[in-house]
């Protein structure tokens, strides 16, 4: 029944149930899920891993991966908190030089795979450790105090209640990736990129440009989460968003893009990653162990990446 909706409607619909029904029985178990205070505060941690897997989902529906993502963020805190605080970097230039840094390792990601005709699988999860490894140099085990001027901007208190910068931004970010992807000749020519790689070349598409721009932008989105992350937390660490990786990747796979390339939408990513958060805080507030979450959202990962390859095969028939 499931999949004559999913051909019906389109694949995100699945994730769409899936929330509503997590939605509800979480708000059965716990009537908080139903004050809106305490969902914009939950939903807030999860603002970083909105803005990264804005970008992942243009990189799968490329036909590629990025591993690298939750490094580059937490390497991009490293050497801006290392900037302000060793050799006196005004603050505000954090803001600026932040998503600068994060593109420029991204685009290292996107030469080595265009250029150098390596699989981004391999050369994501090797900048994936080279990246975390810089970090953990730069910092060592300790915590580096984020600039106090920068500290809690995420979060604007106003008359009784607050603005939530990471939120609006994410769905501004929302709005335009959308509008990217299904208006523009680029947003074609990436679909075209991971529906028949050879084919988009011989047709005239610079793919070899495409893959540094898309490796590139999504070192951006890295940069941009460092900050929100850095404001947050009001640290950086070297081991920031360890693991979230898993969280962004099951949301775009979830939220109906193929992870073979050439399918994919922004609805279904950003309805997907709704999924993963009131999951998370679901099992969270009843008590389950996080390993146990990272387990579920594995088991998530696995049965969204099965059920695509079941529908792709079901297409070519």
């Known amino acids: 029944m499931i999949t004559r909706i999913r051909s019906r409607f389109g694949p995100e ?9 997590a939605f509800g029985f979480s708000a059965f178990r716990e009537p908080r899920f139903l004050d809106a205070e305490y969902l914009f505060d939950r939903s807030t941690l999860y603002m970083e891993a909105g803005i990264l897997a804005l970008s992942m989902t243009f990189v799968i529906i490329a036909g590629h991966i990025d591993l690298s993502v939750t490094s580059i963020l937490a390497l991009v805190g490293a050497i801006c908190t290392t900037l302000v ?9 954090m803001i600026i030089i932040a998503p600068v840094v994060g593109g420029a390792l991204g685009a290292l990601n996107g030469l ?3 250029k150098g005709k390596l699989p981004s699988l ?21 915590s580096l105090p984020m600039p106090k001027e920068l500290v809690g901007i995420h979060k604007i208190q106003l008359p009784g209640t607050y603005f939530h910068v990471p939120m609006v931004l994410l769905a501004i970010l929302a709005v335009i990736a ?3 992807l299904h208006r523009t000749v680029w947003g074609r020519w990436v679909t075209a990129l991971g529906t028949n790689a050879e084919a988009a070349r011989h047709a005239g598409i610079p793919t070899g440009k495409i893959l540094i721009q898309l490796f590139t932008l999504s070192g951006v989105a890295a940069g941009i989460g460092s900050m929100l992350m850095l404001s947050r937390l009001g640290v950086a660490r070297f081991d920031h968003a360890r693991g979230l ?13 193929s992870i073979f390339g050439g399918r994919g939408t922004v609805f279904g990513t ?17 008590g389950v162990k996080a390993e146990v979450q990272v387990a579920v959202i594995g088991l998530l990962l696995i049965v969204s990446v099965l059920f695509s ?3 792709a095969r079901k297409r070519g028939r």
């Open 13 to 21: 619909i699945v994730a769409v149930v899936l929330l509503i029904l």
């Open 85 to 93: 605080s060793k050799y006196g970097l005004p603050p505000a230039a």
């Open 112 to 114: 080595l795979v265009s």
């Open 122 to 142: 391999v050369v994501t999860l090797a900048t994936m450790a080279l990246f975390r490894g810089v970090a953990q140099i730069l910092l060592g085990d300790h």
């Open 178 to 180: 959308a509008g990217v």
């Open 245 to 257: 990786e898993l969280d962004v990747i099951t949301a775009v796979v979830l939220g109906g893009a």
């Open 270 to 286: 950003i309805t997907a990653l709704g999924l993963v958060g009131v999951v998370q805080t679901g099992m969270g507030v009843a």
């Open 309 to 311: 390859n079941f529908t």
